[in-house]
């Protein structure tokens, strides 16, 4: 039987059910559920996976490839998520799948004192992917307006005009030939109940736990309330964002693999044309 290419595995266009629009509210999200995949099996999400898996290949060396010829575009994939949700299996199963040279990844923690010296963006431009990189944010910049928002860190004026520089933040690298894939992995309270009890139980997961993990916990409606408010502000044609349930860790692999395969296709990327005379150089090859 020939292989399935990884777009068949889809009903319908992930790109379109799981963007954030008008009108979206997160608390109709079903973080169970699986959009737009084509059978519930996971062995058809594993098969999947693994066909998308040489497609983001390719494309993400065609992006570098450009780049040595002086392409400016870039990918940066933002994700975001309450913790447990699975950032780190995403990266390890799509991102990590392909050339490593062609990616950047950081992962955002409490600011230090130096940075809490600067505006909460400058961290943030220091960590952008060069020309030709898919750059990966575990965590990033809206943890200002996330944290920043439930913890009171700053005054709410201050959160409150966040998100319009935010925008223009975004619209600036867009601008400047980043093509912006945000990620907000969604799964419900009572699982990631579940998740901390793993790490717990199993010694090979404490390393994973962090006794703040309660205290956060413990603000979950405050939580939501902050994502609806951040999804809602900063959505827009420029740098959407999507919402993908990630109970199902094999569904938000498979569908954030998806989102940037599409991305990078919607750049219609070729190979480089050769800068020097390939007949002849076969000739000189040929001759030693």
């Known amino acids: 039987m020939a292989e399935r290419s990884e777009q068949e595995f889809w009903a319908g266009e992930p790109r379109a059910l799981l963007r954030v629009a008008p009108g979206f509210r997160l608390?109709?999200?079903?973080?169970?559920?699986?959009p737009g995949f084509d059978g519930v099996a996971k062995d058809n999400a594993d098969e999947a996976l693994a066909s998308g898996v040489g497609v983001l290949s390719d494309l993400q060396e065609r992006l570098f490839a450009n780049s040595r010829s002086g392409?400016?575009?870039?990918v940066l994939l933002v994700l975001q998520a309450m913790d447990t949700a699975g950032k780190g299996g995403v990266v390890r199963h799509v991102v990590g799948a392909v050339d490593p040279q062609g990616i950047r990844l950081h992962a955002f923690k409490?600011?230090?004192?130096e940075e809490r010296a600067h505006d909460f963006l400058w961290r943030v431009r220091k960590r952008l992917p060069d020309a030709g990189l898919i750059g990966v944010f575990d965590r990033s910049h809206?943890?200002?307006?996330?944290v920043g928002r439930v913890r009171a860190l700053a005054p709410e004026a201050e959160i409150e005009a966040r998100y319009g520089l935010i925008n223009r933040f975004e619209q600036e690298l867009v601008?400047?030939?980043t093509t912006i894939v945000k990620v907000m992995l969604h799964i419900g309270s009572d699982n990631q109940k579940?998740?901390?009890a793993e790490r717990l139980e199993r010694p090979d997961k404490h390393w994973k736990y962090n006794p703040g993990d309660i205290d956060e916990r413990m603000q979950w409606p405050a939580y939501q309330q902050a994502y609806q408010i951040a999804l809602e502000r900063t959505s827009n044609d420029a740098a959407p964002?999507?919402?993908v349930p990630a109970e199902k860790k094999w569904y938000a692999r498979l569908a954030v693999q998806h989102l940037l395969i599409d991305a990078l296709q919607r750049l219609n990327l070729s190979w480089p044309p050769a800068t020097f005379d390939v007949e002849a150089e076969k000739a000189r090859l040929a001759a030693t």
């Open 110 to 113: 409490a600011p230090t004192d």
């Open 175 to 177: 601008d400047a030939g």
């Open 241 to 243: 964002w999507f919402v």
């Open 142 to 146: 809206y943890e200002d307006v996330l």
């Open 27 to 34: 608390a109709d999200v079903d973080p169970g559920s699986t």
């Open 71 to 74: 392409d400016p575009r870039r």
């Open 194 to 196: 579940l998740r901390l």
